[in-house]
């Protein structure tokens, strides 16, 4: 039994459910939420308005890194819409960081050690003072690899184009199934597979495979978790 705030990393696959889950999770037990593929986000799209990423595929890797001492990212106290925002340099970019321009160049981005590196010393600052919740591909295995609690979750590419699809499109994105499909295994390819920091399971997380299960089983789940541990 641990009764001091722990840290809990959350990892998986794009599009697997992980982020509302984390948040949900964090407002239940009072903890802070830290969603680090945002950061990631955020980077990408800096680089995509300097002009050192464009949505034809280029990156220059070299002006994102001299870039990346100008780039300060932050997140605002939960708004209106009950959640936090992604601020880039001070601006909202909440929106803007879900487009699929953004998503179909993030993953390159997040290849990019320096950029790593960057957003790993950040994340830590985040986690200095426990009790929070983060979520990500490499939070369980370079982030915080002692982390008490680490979840890893599983989830069909089918099924993780489904609900993304209807995200977007709830958001206004006019976007076909096949493409968001396509992104999404591009991007579970380029994340397996870079040699810094790849999605891999931590060999100590326990995985929740969400493929059939309802959000509020996924909650009973991980409190059960949680409880456990804590
Ligand atoms: O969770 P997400 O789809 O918003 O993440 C966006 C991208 O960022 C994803 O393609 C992989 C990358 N990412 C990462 O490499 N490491 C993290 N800790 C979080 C995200």
Redesign the pocket.
Known sequence: MNSNPIIIAV?GY??SG??TMARDLAARIGYIYV???????AVTLYALRHGMATPEGNLDAEALNAALPDISISFSPAGADGRQHTLLNGEDVEKEIRSMEV?GM??P???LPEV?HR?TEL?REFGRRRGIVM?????GTT?FPDAEMKVFVNASPEVRAKRRVLELRAKGENVNFEEVLDNIRE?DH??TT?KE?P?VQAADAHVLDNDSMTIPQQMDWLLNLYNSIK
């Open positions: 990892d794009s599009s992980k982020s969603d680090s593929g945002a950061m990631y986000r998503s993030v993953s981005v997040a290849a790593r957003l994340q979520d990500g591909r490499d939070i982030v991007r380029i994340d870079r920091s999605l």
